[in-house]
């Protein structure tokens, strides 16, 4: 597609619930990176994959978060037993390798945990 | 009631008037900075970027300063509009993050009236 694509757009969880949170990077972009956005807040850095090479993990809040890119394509990111301080905007970035500067971001998913 | 996390510092401006959005980061190594705009419920959007080896770059009226000596980082918007509204957050980049992810800063509001 033109742009990244997220799904779903929305999710409604209750505590404990798993959920899983779709990245659809732009065609040929092979640096993929998951943010969280509280709300009122800049993005957090979350995760970063080169192909299907999860290279950084720091973000990850604990150890119930989980990434994946299997194909070094689509991303996954999952969440387990969901918790409501797990409710924020999660946003998908992908760009070209190199220090070419640009994330080009999507939409995000809002997860609201009750 | 007042929720925690909405206090994003807010600007705002008469249409037709410029803006001046400010920043300030911590890092000296930064050699990248990247200035996004988010309207409500979207993910942020290039607006304009400048590496460390200027001081200044501009684009369609959007133009940004950059002053190492203070770590300090303006966007000025000429004749805002009112789809100039949104949020915006300045971000940089060192060479030492992971993939060249971005670390974003808290974001200024910008509201702008007819």
């Known amino acids: 597609g033109a742009g990244v694509s997220q799904s779903p757009r929305y999710k409604v969880a209750k505590r404990g619930q798993d959920v899983a949170l779709r990245c659809d990077p732009i065609?040929?972009?092979?640096?993929l990176f998951w943010y969280q956005q509280a709300l009122g807040q800049g993005p957090e850095f979350l995760t970063y994959?080169?192909?299907?090479?999860?290279?950084?993990k720091s973000g990850l809040p604990s150890d119930r978060f989980f990434a994946e890119r299997p194909e070094g394509s689509v991303s996954t990111l999952k969440i387990q037993r969901t918790q409501q301080e797990d409710s924020a905007v999660y946003l998908c970035?992908?760009?070209?390798?190199?220090?070419?500067?640009?994330?080009?971001f999507g939409e995000g998913s809002r997860l609201t945990v009750l | 009631g007042e929720s925690v996390g909405l206090h994003l510092p807010t600007l705002s401006v008469q249409e037709g008037d410029n803006s001046i959005i400010n920043c300030a980061y911590s890092?000296?190594?930064?050699?990248?900075f990247i200035w996004y705009k988010q309207e409500s419920g979207k993910g942020p959007q290039f607006i304009i970027d400048?590496?460390?080896?200027?001081d200044k770059r501009q684009g369609q009226r959007v133009t940004v300063l950059l002053n190492k000596t203070v770590k300090h980082l303006s966007l000025q918007i000429a004749a805002t509009q009112p789809g100039d509204s949104a949020v915006y957050f300045c971000?940089?980049?060192?060479?030492?993050?992971?993939?060249?992810?971005?670390?974003f800063g808290k974001g200024t509001s910008l509201l702008v009236t007819p």
């Open positions: 970035a992908s760009s070209l390798p190199g220090a070419t500067g640009e994330l080009f």
């Open positions: 065609s040929g972009h092979v640096s």
């Open positions: 994959f080169q192909n299907e090479a999860q290279l950084d």
């Open positions: 890092n000296s190594a930064s050699d990248y």
């Open positions: 400048i590496r460390s080896n200027m």
């Open positions: 971000a940089e980049r060192s060479p030492s993050n992971s993939g060249y992810a971005l670390n």
